[in-house]
Nanobody, 118 residues
Framework: QAQLVESGGGLVQAGGSLRLSCAAS????????KGWFRQAPGKQREFVAA????????EYADSVKGRFTISRDNAKNTVTLQMNSLNPEDTAVYYC???????????WGQGTQVTVSS
């Protein structure tokens, strides 16, 4: 069964960095678009970043542009989110997602908690 598993979340001070990874198993996602969403307590899940299967198209939410970088390794079926200059507003559960194209998300991971202290 297709599965996406996130890792790399944790607690970091404001201004710090974290690197999230998402590994796909049970089914190849090498040709799927991949992305990251997040959900803070009491808020709706929101888009963070996405990357096309070949990596030629990358999209970011305005709130993370210039601070976050999404990348992928199709040989390893992984997608990574490098998060720099974190602030408390970035605190949320971060979810990995995959689908046939950006915006058409069909599979979701279980989420990983990111907490940024002030």
């Amino acid at each position: 069964q297709a599965q996406l598993v996130e890792s790399g979340g944790g607690l970091v001070q404001a201004g710090g960095s974290l690197r999230l990874s998402c590994a796909a198993s049970g089914r190849t996602f090498s040709t799927a678009a991949k992305g990251w969403f997040r959900q803070a307590p009491g808020k709706q899940r929101e888009f963070v970043a996405a990357i096309s299967w070949g990596g030629s198209t990358v999209e970011y939410a305005d709130s993370v542009k210039g601070r976050f970088t999404i990348s992928r390794d199709n040989a390893k079926n992984t997608v990574t989110l490098q998060m720099n200059s974190l602030n408390p507003e970035d605190t949320a559960v971060y979810y990995c997602t995959a689908g046939p194209s950006i915006g058409r998300w069909t599979n979701w991971g279980q989420g990983t908690q990111v907490t940024v202290s002030s």
